[in-house]
């Protein structure tokens, strides 16, 4: 079975590829073009062929940029300016690498895909199932929550056992050298992380200034746009109060951002919708982890099923709300990945 390895031209995938090859894997690397072709960085594909060609495998490109432009930018210009607070790399994995992607892999007569990603997969009679990579401080399986089951078959993930720190090393020791600078970006088409820039720069019709506001209607000052603030924020709100302030909701209608006390910005749960099951849900355990934020730790919950793809979950203990738009992923005790589907709403007492 031939597998395609997805090559983004970074350190990991590179690694992905090198490993498959290695273990004497007939592997072909895919590398994808994101972007509009004035932002392709010809260094990338420079060094990309130059590996292949080292290693001895072929080397194929495709443009995608037109499908991830309509696919995950503009979804996540949307949705920013509907007041969420939108995960784009959640949404390109099911998407585009695991959707599209693979699809082309297929076309090119490979069976098998692989990328750099830190997860790990594991078979079961229940089908693949997801579980988090052994490097805790890189692991991605929040990020791949979204993937359908069926787009996990024949799919490998090389880094899923490793740690992020040996990586750069086991690739010098095979003459390949990758500039760390060009992996410190978090979302692939947002230059400098500056997404408030960004946004600006696509002309999106997004909010513009209005009052902050307290629980009771008392106003406490004035905000520039709900789309730069996100639910749980304390930063950056310019108001000078006895103890410090959070932003609890963003009232779209009226454009009012409410802010509140650590104790009022506590959620006891959140509504999900667009759920994606890893695990039919009659196998799922009475012990369930969510967690609603790529940083933030899995926090005990239970779970309420309102119809074929929405939830509603209720938090064991009260935390910080869970944004709209941002991804819901449940796990197991062991981290084993159950499902992810996208926020909806928080709730509060
Ligand atoms: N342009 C691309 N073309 C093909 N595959 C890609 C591309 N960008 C990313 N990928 C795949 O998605 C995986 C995860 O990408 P991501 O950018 O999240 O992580 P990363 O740790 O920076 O990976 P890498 O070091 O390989 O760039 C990559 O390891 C690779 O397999």
Redesign the pocket.
């Known amino acids: 079975m031939r597998t395609a390895?997805?090559?983004?031209?970074?350190?990991?995938?590179?690694f992905?590829l090198l490993a498959l090859r290695e273990a004497g894997h007939d592997v072909l690397a895919?590398?994808?073009?994101?972007l509009a072709p004035d932002a392709v960085d010809a260094d990338v594909q420079d060094r990309l062929r130059h590996c292949c060609k080292t290693l001895g495998v072929d080397l194929e490109i495709v443009d995608l940029h037109h499908k991830f432009a309509e696919l995950v930018i503009t979804p996540f210009i949307e949705h920013y300016a509907q007041g969420m607070t939108p995960n784009p790399?959640a949404l390109c994995n099911p998407r585009i690498?695991f959707g599209i992607?693979r699809d082309a892999a297929k076309q090119l007569g490979c069976k098998g895909f692989?990328?750099?990603?830190?997860v790990r997969l594991l078979q079961t009679p229940n089908g693949p199932l997801l579980c988090r990579g052994n490097d805790p401080r890189?692991e991605?399986s929040y990020?791949l929550s979204l993937v359908p089951q069926a787009s996990l078959d024949n799919v490998v993930f090389p880094l899923g056992t490793r740690h992020k720190s040996t990586i750069q090393g086991e690739l010098e020791q095979r003459g390949f050298t990758?500039p760390e600078s060009e992996?410190s970006q978090e979302v692939?088409f947002i230059p400098d992380d500056d997404y408030r820039s960004f946004l600006q720069n696509t002309g999106a019709p997004l909010s513009g200034p209005g009052p902050i506001v307290d629980r009771a209607g008392n106003q406490l000052g004035h905000h520039s746009g709900l789309w730069r603030y996100t639910l749980g924020q304390r930063r950056g709100l310019g108001i000078a109060y006895s103890e410090p302030l959070y932003v609890i909701d963003k009232e779209i209608r009226s454009n009012r951002l409410v802010v509140g006390t650590r104790a009022e910005r506590q959620a006891t749960g959140c509504s999900v919708h667009e759920l994606n099951t890893l695990l039919p849900f009659e196998k799922w355990p009475d012990q369930i982890w969510v967690q609603t934020n790529y940083r933030q730790q899995p926090v005990p919950c239970r779970i309420r099923i309102v119809s074929e793809t929405g939830m509603e979950i209720s938090f064991l203990e009260p935390k910080g709300p869970a944004a709209p738009g941002q991804v819901a992923a449940f796990y197991t005790a062991k981290g084993y990945v159950l499902g992810g589907g996208i926020i909806h709403d928080s709730t509060r007492t």
């Open positions: 390895v997805a090559v983004s031209g970074g350190a990991d995938s590179l992905a895919l590398h994808a073009h994101f790399c690498k992607l692989a990328t750099g990603h830190y890189k991605q990020f990758i992996e692939c």
